[in-house]
Each structure stands twice: as structure tokens, then as C-alpha cells.
């Protein structure tokens, strides 16, 4: 054994996988600096925290934990499936909306085939591509946000998934209802698409897409939503997918049988409920978008106009110096390099407080 690398027995796409980073913690932060007062918008959570329906719900279920949860998770799919009119045999839970792209990898991809999607858009579609040894094909950005015709031309015989993220983190970008309607509706038949809507709660009413309809039309659809961003829930990983009841079931054959925790589905059933924390989250949010936009023109900073609840400033210099200088005054943000753009970060929308102690920190640090 002493001549093996281990490494050289993983499967040759793990074997080059760089893991995914995440946001960082505050308590590591605190751990390493001795701060007190740190604000974290890393991550895109929600700065208003869980909703008290849901908190309400996890103490109520909480009795019950040394039983196994609803594994087929009926009351969440029954509420998700009235508020959309689907059927909840079109809906798949998943530990966050995450393991929902990973299941779409591994039911659907082998070695030889292709997974196409864009430049800066998110990291996990690259991570669950290699993972199971498929080809990712990564199409230039325009604009930073996908370019549908490039990605249309980069379709192969061999592509059998296509990633589309809308709005896409860390751009923010958004995409057209006609322009993604036709782009969905011209991929052959052999072509999974994913549209993963994560943010799709942030997007205004007026440029919101109807992506639910197309279901009826396109079988090749899959939609991925998320309890983690917009409802507060990111600590307990619930997301779902939409989908033809077929594409359902091939998902349902290689999830993890209690793949969502009781507690997570209690929470997340009553968070769909409580449509007043969801509106005061898109509240503060468009508030928050405006008072950052505000403070970046301030100081002279260009940004992406972003759909979602962060937006990424060009700091018109390295953004990691910037980001070690914002956490050494106990803000934490989020670097964009590994996406490609070395010269932004990304900020997630806070209370007005902290985007306010936020621009302070970065003012002194462009200083
Ligand atoms: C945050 C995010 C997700 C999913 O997060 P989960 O917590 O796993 O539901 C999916 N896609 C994008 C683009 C995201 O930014």
C-alpha cells in the first residue's frame, strides 16, 4: 500500500474536482480575529432570518424526532403542488435545491456525454459534471449574462443536460421569457434542460417568467427552487424540483430514501404559508438593492444590475485584497474569482444596517 497514491484511486473526475468554497462562517471569523460585531453578506441568505410560522413549526415537530421523517414528504409536495396547480407527482425534495442538481447528474449523465452551460454561472453545475466524469462546455457570457445563442450553438449529440441559471448567481443576470421560451422549446428531444430559479422569488412581477407553464409543453424541463434563499431556511436544506412526473420518478429512484429532515419539511410547509414574511423579505430586499446601488455610484463603483438578492460591484481593482481588508473590519463578503471576475465581489443585500456598516467598511477600505 505504501507505493498507492490514494488520490489515484478516486475516479479520474473527483480526482480533479476543487471543492466548492463557501461563504465564510462568522464564527470562523470570530475564531480568527477576536471580533465581536461581524456582518456576513456571503452567502445570500436572508437578513431577516426565518420566518416565526416556520420556527413555530420546527418546535411543534420536534417531539417527534427519534422517528424517521415522511421519506415520500407528502405534506410539503401536497402545498407545493396546490400553490403551483401541479401534480405532486412533478415534484422532487431535495437536501437543498443543490442535491437536486447532483441527482439530475447522476441519473442523467455518464463519462462520454456533454453538460453545456455558461461562463460565471453557478459553481455547482461544474462540480456535479465532473463528479460523474461527463464534458462540461462552458459557453462565453455576454454581458455577463448567458448568451442563449452561443449556448444553442454549443448543443451536440452528445450534450444531454443543459444548465441555466435565471437569474444567475454571481451576475444576478436575467434572462427574457421569449428568449428562454424558444431557446427550451428548439433543444432536441435528447436534452435535458435545467432552469434552476433559486432566486426566483427576488425577480419583479413585471419581468417574472411563467417557467410553470412550460411544463405542459416541455417534458425535457426541469425547474429548481429553493426554501433556503428567500424563505430564511438555508440552515435546514430544503429545495425542490419541477418536472414531468417521469423525469420525477428517475430522480425519486436515486435520492437518498429520508433525503429532507422532518424538521425541514415542517418548517419549510409552513414558511409557504406565511406570505407576509416572504414580502417583507422582497421589501427589505428591493430597499436594500437601491440603498447599495445608491452607495456604489457614491463611490464611483460600476455594478451588474442583478434580479436577485446580491449584486456584484466592480471594485475597479484585485477584489481579493478588498475582500481580506472588508473582513479585517468584520464584514464578510464574497470574492468572485474562481467565477471569473477577479475584480468584482459580491455582496448579498442586508437590513439597512448592515448595508449601511457595509459601505462605511468598504468607503474606508477604497480610501
Ligand atoms: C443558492 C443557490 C442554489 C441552491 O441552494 P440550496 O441551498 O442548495 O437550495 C442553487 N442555485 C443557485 C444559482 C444558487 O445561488
Redesign the pocket.
Known amino acids: 500500500m505504501n507505493n498507492t497514491n490514494i488520490y489515484q484511486l478516486a475516479v479520474t473526475g473527483v480526482q480533479k474536482l476543487i471543492p466548492y468554497k463557501a461563504g465564510k462562517p462568522i464564527e470562523e471569523l470570530e475564531r480568527e480575529l477576536g471580533l465581536t460585531q461581524i456582518i456576513k453578506l456571503a452567502?445570500?441568505e436572508n437578513p431577516l432570518g426565518p420566518g416565526k410560522q416556520a420556527i413555530a413549526a420546527i418546535q411543534k415537530a420536534l417531539p417527534e424526532l427519534a422517528l424517521y421523517p415522511d421519506g415520500s414528504g407528502f405534506h410539503l409536495k401536497q402545498a407545493l403542488a396546490t400553490k403551483y396547480a401541479l401534480d405532486a407527482s412533478q415534484i422532487t425534495l431535495?437536501?437543498?435545491?443543490?442535491?437536486l442538481?447532483e441527482l439530475v447528474a447522476r441519473a442523467f449523465l455518464i463519462p462520454e456525454l456533454e453538460v453545456v452551460f455558461s461562463q460565471h454561472a453557478?459553481a455547482?453545475y461544474p462540480l456535479v459534471t465532473q463528479a460523474v466524469g461527463a464534458t462540461a462546455v462552458v459557453v462565453p457570457a455576454k454581458e455577463y449574462g448567458h448568451d442563449l445563442a452561443g449556448m444553442a450553438q454549443a448543443v451536440t449529440a452528445k450534450t444531454r443536460l443543459v444548465f441555466i441559471?435565471n437569474p444567475?448567481?454571481p451576475t444576478g443576470t436575467l434572462l427574457a421569457q421569449a428568449e428562454l421560451e424558444q431557446f427550451i422549446g428548439a433543444l432536441p428531444d435528447t436534452v435535458i434542460c435545467v432552469l434552476?430559479e433559486?432566486?426566483f422569488e427576488f425577480v419583479s412581477q413585471s419581468a417574472a417568467i411563467n417557467s410553470i407553464d412550460w411544463l405542459k409543453k416541455f417534458p425535457n424541463l426541469i425547474i429548481?427552487r429553493?426554501?433556503?434563499?428567500a424563505y430564511g431556511l438555508?440552515g435546514l436544506?430544503?429545495?425542490y424540483s419541477l418536472s414531468c412526473p417521469e423525469i420525477a420518478d428517475i430522480l425519486n429512484r436515486v435520492r437518498q430514501p429520508f433525503n429532507n429532515n422532518s424538521l425541514a419539511l415542517a418548517a419549510a410547509e409552513a414558511a409557504l404559508a406565511d406570505e407576509e414574511h416572504l414580502h417583507n423579505t422582497i421589501s427589505n430586499n428591493r430597499l436594500g438593492m437601491q440603498q447599495l446601488t445608491d452607495g456604489f455610484k457614491a463611490l464611483g463603483l460600476p455594478w451588474i444590475p442583478s434580479a436577485g438578492n446580491f449584486v456584484s460591484v466592480d471594485v475597479k481593482r484585485e477584489g481579493m485584497p478588498v475582500y481580506e481588508a472588508l473582513l479585517r473590519k468584520g464584514v464578510i463578503v464574497r470574492p468572485v474569482a474562481n467565477y471569473e471576475m477577479p475584480g468584482f465581489l459580491r455582496i448579498s443585500i442586508g437590513t439597512p444596517a448592515e448595508n449601511t456598516l457595509f459601505l462605511q467598511a468598504l468607503s474606508e477600505v477604497l480610501d
Open positions: 452567502s445570500n431535495g437536501n437543498g435545491s443543490n442535491e442538481l453557478f455547482v441559471a444567475n448567481n434552476d433559486a432566486y429548481t429553493t426554501f433556503s434563499k438555508a436544506r430544503v429545495g
